[in-house]
């Protein structure tokens, strides 16, 4: 093993531990919640619709937080993942009903636009899900009851990308937010939009580039998309 | 207190219609919006007794929102009850000169603790 004079070892070091300090200001939201929730559910025990919505809620909470911790730990052993020919819309289908309920607690909606033409790219079907799912729950913060958030696909650069997109039309974000999505300290992901995971864009970075892929973003004046380019396959499939 | 009017300022709107809950319960009436921009306007409209906001916000932060707020002689005099995450992190010296009177923190606090902080600053 080469000797890097102790420097990588620190920069390593400074990214876990920034990692590490993000991670905790992240997981203390949900759980501050989900404490919340519960302290208010047992003074209203009497109050039986308040507390199945406040079981819900507490429910759905705890389902996102599990979703961060499991990613994390995914994030930082990344290795073993197989690349394959993948359907990007039925993933995209499948984010969006494993979402549904979390977006109708909140009286919003998730919806993935027909596509007739099937694309097929290269990815893991499990990196490339938990990719979505984050840009999704990032998205859904932000998101209007007018509009549904939209997960949806277009072939790019001659068709040999395909970029899956995940569009919400809340607020918009600071314009150093590419800079910030690119950056190797995943504290510099928490301020674009507080109420988002920071986390969860970083983590959505890592599995990006697992797969050979790029995160990205567009900045509208009623909202936001970001979305992952992955190669296309070029294989033929049953999928 | 009928009239008593407590504006809220809360992104995470699960915990921000906990805290209207609870303040509708004490017998005040409560306004819930989620960033610091839609909280200007409120107050510039309304007539708030108390506001109740995060620091960590969509858009403009809480700071900002603070410092608007002393900019105008009438909305400085409207006391200021943070609850956050980061309590551990911040300085009630500090944060007074901005109208801040009380720092909850919500990973300690419970639910009684939030009409209390009202009562005491009202």
């Given amino acids: ?239 | 207190m009928n009239d008593f009017l407590v504006l809220i300022i809360e992104d995470n709107f699960w915990l921000g219609e906990h805290y209207v809950r609870l303040i509708e319960q004490a017998g005040w009436k409560a306004v819930l919006c989620d960033n610091a921009l839609d909280g200007i306007d409120r107050l510039d409209d309304l007539s708030v007794d108390v506001v109740v906001m995060d620091i960590f916000l969509a858009g403009p932060n809480g700071i900002a929102l603070l410092h608007e707020m002393q900019s105008h002689a009438d909305l400085n005099l409207i006391p200021v009850i943070l609850v956050t995450n980061a309590a551990d992190r911040l300085d009630l010296g500090n944060l007074s000169p901005y109208g801040v009177r009380e720092v909850l923190d919500k990973v300690k606090m419970v639910p009684e603790d939030l009409v209390a902080a009202i009562q005491r600053v009202a």
């Fill in chain 1, 1 to 239: 093993m080469d000797y890097d004079g102790g420097s990588g070892q620190a920069a390593r070091y400074g990214r876990d531990l920034d990692l590490s300090m993000v991670a905790s200001h992240e997981l203390k939201e949900p759980l501050a919640l989900i404490r919340q929730l519960a302290l208010e559910s047992r003074g209203n025990l009497t109050d039986v619709e308040l507390t199945e919505r406040l079981l819900t809620q507490i429910e759905l909470t705890a389902e996102r937080g599990l979703r961060l911790t499991t990613d994390l730990t995914r994030a930082e052993s990344l290795e073993g993942f197989i690349a394959e020919p993948i359907n990007p819309v039925q993933i995209c289908e499948d984010v969006a009903h494993e979402l549904t309920p979390l977006f109708k607690a909140h009286n919003l909606a998730i919806e993935v636009p027909l596509r007739r033409r099937k694309m097929t790219a290269v990815g893991n079907r499990t990196l490339l899900k938990q990719v979505l799912i984050n840009l999704a729950d990032n998205a859904l913060h932000y998101a209007s009851a007018d509009t549904p958030v939209r997960l949806s696909s277009v072939s790019k650069e001659s068709g040999k990308l395909i970029r899956i997109s995940v569009r919400d039309y809340g607020p918009s974000v600071p314009a150093n937010t590419l800079q910030r999505l690119e950056s190797e300290s995943p504290s510099l992901f928490l301020p674009t939009r507080p109420q988002s995971s920071g986390l969860g864009l970083y983590i959505a970075r890592r599995f990006a580039e697992a797969m050979h892929g790029r995160l990205g973003l567009h900045r509208h004046h009623d909202g936001v998309t970001f979305y992952i380019e992955l190669p296309v396959s070029t294989q033929l499939t049953l999928l």
